[in-house]
């Protein structure tokens, strides 16, 4: 009897201990999930382009799981002649974009979403069209976690201008 009560007392350890570890790891399971040192970054895609146009926009979400604030201070790809982190307003009803100099804030624990009509990687003086379902590499730099080598999806348009 005793043996078999602490073999289920062990099962039972076994289980309580192993359910929040399995739910911990279900939560970034995405197969598109990337991390990188404290970064988590998923569904990088930018709008596909067909020959001759010169700008585009890329978009990823950027996942902060650590105690230190980062920010993206840039990017750069071998298809873009020059690539910027803007972020995107509408002032007086007209739709503005700037870089942002000192890069995109990701704040500790918390996620930041690159996305059209907001934040977004601009790339400029494209030297190849970026065809839909085509995947195109960028190098996002990081002020903490460094560079990190992502590959954007290319994807259809949808409407918006980046
Ligand atoms: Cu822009």
């Known amino acids: 009897m005793n043996r078999l009560f602490l073999i289920s007392v062990f099962l039972l350890a076994l289980i309580s201990v192993g359910t929040p570890v399995f739910h911990a790891s279900l939560k970034s399971a995405s197969a598109d999930d990337m991390r990188h040192g404290d ?6 895609w930018l709008k596909a382009t067909q020959s001759g146009k010169p700008v585009t926009g890329g978009y990823l979400t950027i996942r902060n799981d650590g105690m230190i604030d980062d920010y993206l201070l ?4 071998a298809f873009s002649g020059k690539t910027e982190i803007h972020e995107m307003k509408i002032t007086n009803d007209i739709m503005q974009m700037r870089p942002l100099s000192e ?12 996305k059209p009509g907001g934040y977004h990687v601009m790339f400029m003086g ?9 995947e195109f590499e960028v190098v996002l730099n990081f002020k903490h976690a460094g560079s990190i080598r992502v590959m954007f999806d290319a994807k259809r348009n949808q409407g918006q201008t980046h």
Request: hydrophobic share 45%.
């Open 126 to 134: 494209l030297n190849q069209p970026l065809s839909e379902e085509g």
């Open 103 to 114: 890069g995109l804030f990701i704040p500790a624990g918390e996620t930041v979403m690159l």
């Open 74 to 77: 840039g990017a750069s790809a």
């Open 39 to 44: 970064l988590i970054i998923s569904d990088p």
